[in-house]
Each structure stands twice: as C-alpha cells, then as structure tokens.
C-alpha cells in the first residue's frame, strides 16, 4: 500500500489490485509501446475522459514526453446513466471537446474497461468527427469487456471483475487521490 506515511484512506482497502509500483512501470511500458508506433506521425492528440482518467492522462503524457511524438491533450465528461457500481450504456456528454479533431491521430486514454458500454459508445461518437486514426489506451480492463467488440489496442492490467477505487477511480467520488488500485472492505458499502 502506501509507504508508511499515515493516510486515510489505506484503512478502507481490503486487498491491492495494482501497486503504483505496478502501475509507474506499466506507464513507462505502455507509452514507449506507443510513442514507437506514432514515431511516424507529426503529433498525437490524446483525448481524457473526466474524471477517472485523469491521473493516468497526466502521468502517461509525462511519460510519452520522454518519447515523443509530442502530444496535446484533450478532455471529455461523459456520464453512463445509473448509479452505484454499474454501468446502463446510456452515455450522456458533460463537456464535449473544444477542438475539432478532424485529421488528428486521436488517442483516448481511459482509466477502465468494464461492460465497454460507455467506450464503444464514445469510440462512435469520435469515429464520426474523421480523426486520421483512432486507438485507445487503458489502464485497466474487467473480463467482461471481451464481451463487446470495442478494440483496445493497449491495455495496462486484465483485473478480477471486482470494484476498484484509486489511480483516478472512485466510490461515491472518493479515494480518487489514492496512489493505487484497490478493492474496499465490504463494511465501506453499508456506511
Ligand atoms: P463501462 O461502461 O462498464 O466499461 O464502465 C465505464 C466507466 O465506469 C469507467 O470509465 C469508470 O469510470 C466506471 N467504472 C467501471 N468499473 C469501475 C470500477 O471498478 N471502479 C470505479 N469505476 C468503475
């Protein structure tokens, strides 16, 4: 877990899922992957989606920038309808993106793949505005993503279908600041 620094949030987590460790070294894997197969290209936009993704955006670009090609960023909001732990694959747009991304070699950058509702939603919705390519990179993806066809070229770690929070991820929009992915105890739920 954390390096012995007192939190609040190590006291919640039943069993880690990814240490940052794991996760530090998988970033560094994931966009020398990449930067190799864009070395051809004059720069990549990768697109984030809010909020999840948006520590692995940071620290992935980071990473891609010790590579190249150089990148730009972008954001989306996206809201599958329904709450709690599962996802319905009705996508509703909370911020669309401000550019035009016609022509650019778009790179989305996703904190998970679970149902793959929401990204093979999303993957239509950016095919239909004709970027020069499409790809999309995550950091973690569930069993039952295989079920819909949406094609994840990279992938960071194939987890166990459970909850995870951290590295981004939430429950009820907390332990997003977690350094790690974990599963929580099952008494967090009943709080
Ligand atoms: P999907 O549509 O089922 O693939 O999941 C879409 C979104 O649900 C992801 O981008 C996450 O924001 C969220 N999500 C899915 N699984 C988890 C999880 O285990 N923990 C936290 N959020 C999750």
């Given at each position: 877990m954390s390096d012995g620094t007192p939190n609040w949030f190590d006291a919640d987590i039943?069993?880690?899922?990814?240490?940052e460790e794991q996760i530090r070294s998988k970033i560094e894997e994931l966009a020398k992957q990449v930067s190799a197969d864009y070395g051809h290209v004059e720069e990549v936009l990768l697109v984030g989606v809010l909020k999840g993704a948006v520590m692995f955006m940071a620290d992935f670009a980071r990473a891609l920038g010790r590579y190249g090609p150089p990148a730009e960023m972008e954001f989306m909001a996206v809201s599958s309808y329904g709450?709690?732990?599962?996802?319905?694959?009705?996508v509703r747009i909370l911020k669309d993106l401000d550019r035009d991304i016609a022509n650019r070699h778009v790179v989305v950058i996703e904190d998970i793949v679970d149902s793959g509702l929401t990204l093979s939603w999303l993957m239509k919705y950016l095919e239909s505005r004709d970027p020069a390519s499409l790809e999309v990179v995550a950091l973690l993806r569930k069993p039952?993503?295989?079920?819909?066809?949406?094609?994840?070229?990279?992938?960071?770690f194939d987890i166990p279908n459970e909850f995870v929070v951290g590295y981004g991820l939430d429950y009820a929009e907390r332990?997003?600041?977690?350094?790690y992915v974990g599963v929580l105890k099952p008494e967090v739920y009943s709080r």
């Open positions: 039943d069993h880690v899922i990814v240490s709450q709690g732990t599962t996802s319905s694959g009705v039952d993503a295989v079920k819909v066809h949406v094609p994840v070229k990279y992938v960071g332990y997003r600041e977690m350094p």
